[in-house]
């Protein structure tokens, strides 16, 4: 799968091409398998011509008639990311949920703690109770410290568990190919790329390559030291060029912090992230703010600049919970009413008429 996004603008002498004009071009375009639209303004109209690569034969026969004046050519470098690209129209079903189409959220522990698989199945039973429509927990863990709890290959059977048991699609970071491997033959829904490795191209090759025609779905979290938002979408490419286009954009935090947060909150990058790119965005709260009581705010901010969801940690009993749970997971109850919330906002930014500039 190689689409070409170059967008070649035909600017005629007069206003607008007359239609045997219109037509003459046309036909030369659709000689070299690209496509002609008009696009009309008051004054002037221009000519997109839509195809696969610049076809320089095909650019100088058309600059060779003598009612056309010049043309300009715009390349996007996302190819396949890109809010105009051919996957324009991409939509990524998740369970009986089209992501865009009514909040998505994603909601679990942080981490699973192998030694206590119940209390990770209660949780999940909770958050899709509370209204959440995938559950997330943590196999695999990036930790700072290596003596830390570092995960166990053997809390995917009680992630396949809860998946079974509520119906749900499943959600768990993947680091190595190890990992990775597991989770694909295991079946879990979503793979999440973890800020630390967010700038790992190797890794997010390989995820391409190995979730190509699964139905998988990449969560792919900003890494904390992304500055443009260019480098962001552009490890979204590197997914999609191997392969697989079912990727979410997460915005998680970056650093520096603010003062008293995790890190700095970056919500406010959706708007910006959805007019680059046709991605879902799925925000977490949890990791930017970094304190339970400050996720329900944070978390309708998202969804105020037009997230298509959020992933929350959440945890019946956070004090037993490993992992960012004691600090950051909200309660089940605290999510339910922050899911009745995040469907009201949802419904006020959808009927609100878009400013332009
Ligand atoms: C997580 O989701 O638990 C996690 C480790 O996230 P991040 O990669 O954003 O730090
Ligand atoms: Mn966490």
Redesign the pocket.
Known sequence: MHFFITLIMIIPKEPKLTVEQLSAVTAIVEEYDCKLQAIVGHHRSVYAVLGEERKTVMVNRILGLDFIDRFDAVDSPFKLMDSSSELAHHKIVLGNHIVGEGPFVIAGH??IDPKNPNLFIESAHAVKEAGAKAI?G?VW??RTMPYSFQGDDASVKILMEARSQTGLPVDT?VMDEHQLRIAVEAGVDIL???????LNYSLLKSIGQMTQNKKIAVLL??S?GMGPINEFIAAAEYIAAAGNPDIML?P??TNPTMDGYRNYPDESITPLLKEKTWAPVIV?P??SVGRAKYVPSAALAAIAYGADGV?I?SHLDPQRGI??DPKQSIKPAILKQLITDIEAIWAIKNRTVPVEN
């Open positions: 942080c981490t997330r943590g863990k990036p970071e999440q790329v973890g800020a630390r490795n967010a979290k900003r904390m997460c998680r935090g977490d949890c990791h992933i940690e992992g960012d």
